[in-house]
């Protein structure tokens, strides 16, 4: 493709739409480019590749609004992506992902996976989560350390004393809530045995 097929217009100072480009980028050559900036000299770009790759890139904020008539219904799908195939990704390199709605719903077919070194669930205000339920036919948990880790027995401060003759003062050391029950057993079986 030479420069006689490039076409370009021109619609103002700061608006030109571009086609047949035959100068090859990371993703091909531009079929179609349309090219905007401002009075800062801010650039966004809409391009479509040949490879198939469509492009929108701007060097400013990105804001998409949707079902702001007043025609449409409350219960209205207001935006919808469809990816018919592969994946789909979501980076954000320096900073953090929002999601704010009245219910937020995670459902997948196989599996749904949250992969972190740190992960809470609740809010960091005391009291301001009021309930969490884990509901599953099965259900494991694998904790090292920690309350929960205690109260499943499963604590390697706990596990260092099992089958051992201080197993049960080890277990009220723990602060378990079978501690409790431990240590009134404990009481008990002193002043029945001495």
Same mark, same amino acid.
């Given at each position: 493709?030479?420069?006689?097929?490039?076409?370009?217009?021109?619609?103002?100072?700061?608006?030109?739409?571009?086609?047949?480009?035959?100068?090859?980028?990371?993703?091909?050559?531009?079929?179609?480019?349309?090219?905007?900036?401002?009075?800062?000299?801010?650039?966004?770009?809409?391009?479509?590749?040949?490879?198939?790759?469509?492009?929108?890139?701007?060097?400013?904020?990105?804001?998409?609004?949707?079902?702001?008539?007043?025609?449409?219904?409350?219960?209205?799908?207001?935006?919808?992506?469809?990816?018919?195939?592969?994946?789909?990704?979501?980076?954000?390199?320096?900073?953090?992902?929002?999601?704010?709605?009245?219910?937020?719903?995670?459902?997948?077919?196989?599996?749904? !996976?949250? +992969?972190?070194?740190? &992960?809470?669930? $609740? @809010?960091?205000?005391?009291? /301001?989560? =009021?309930?969490?339920?884990?509901?599953?036919?099965?259900?494991?948990?694998?904790?090292?350390?920690?309350?929960?880790?205690?109260?499943?027995?499963?604590?390697?401060?706990?596990?260092?004393?099992?089958?051992?003759? !201080?197993? +049960?003062?080890?277990? &009220?050391?723990? $602060? @378990?809530?079978?501690?409790? /029950?431990? =240590?009134?057993?404990?009481?008990?079986?002193?002043?029945?045995?001495?």
């Amino acid at each position: 493709m030479g420069q006689e097929t490039r076409t370009t217009e021109v619609l103002g100072p700061k608006c030109v739409i571009e086609t047949g480009n035959p100068q090859m980028g990371m993703s091909g050559r531009d079929s179609t480019k349309i090219l905007c900036t401002n009075d800062m000299a801010m650039r966004f770009i809409l391009s479509h590749t040949e490879s198939g790759l469509s492009k929108i890139t701007t060097e400013g904020t990105v804001l998409v609004e949707a079902a702001a008539s007043p025609k449409l219904s409350e219960g209205v799908t207001a935006y919808k992506i469809i990816a018919h195939k592969g994946d789909f990704d979501l980076n954000v390199d320096k900073g953090s992902t929002k999601v704010y709605a009245r219910q937020i719903v995670l459902q997948a077919s196989k599996e749904i !996976v949250i +992969d972190a070194p740190n &992960i809470r669930i $609740g @809010s960091d205000n005391d009291g /301001a989560t =009021k309930d969490i339920k884990i509901i599953g036919q099965h259900v494991d948990i694998k904790s090292k350390k920690g309350n929960l880790a205690n109260s499943l027995m499963e604590s390697s401060y706990l596990k260092a004393f099992d089958g051992t003759l !201080v197993s +049960d003062l080890a277990l &009220i050391a723990s $602060g @378990s809530p079978l501690a409790a /029950a431990a =240590k009134v057993g404990a009481e008990v079986a002193k002043k029945l045995f001495g």
